[in-house]
């Protein structure tokens, strides 16, 4: 377990890495998967030191996406119409 994990994060990546063996994967496979699903998560959740870029950065991405969903097309689309 890396020192950056509290024992909630090892708990996950116990259950996926266990997860992954159980759908046939590779143990080395399986470790790989689960650390990577791991990282990812405590990216999303602000576990990490440099988690806060990461994390505007994809509001963005979700305000734009959002946008997009409610107009049916995005701005170049816009511009190509008119």
Do not use: D, F, L
């Amino acid at each position: 377990m890396p020192k950056a994990w509290s024992s909630k994060r090892e708990r996950q990546y116990q259950h996926i890495a266990k997860s992954e063996k159980g759908e046939g994967r590779s143990a080395a496979t399986a470790k790989r998967i689960a650390a990577a699903t791991v990282n990812k998560t405590r990216r999303k959740k602000g576990e990490t030191k440099g988690s806060s870029r990461t994390r505007s950065k994809a509001r963005a991405s979700t305000a734009k996406k959002r946008a997009v969903r409610k107009t049916g097309r995005t701005a170049t689309r816009k511009r190509a119409r008119k």
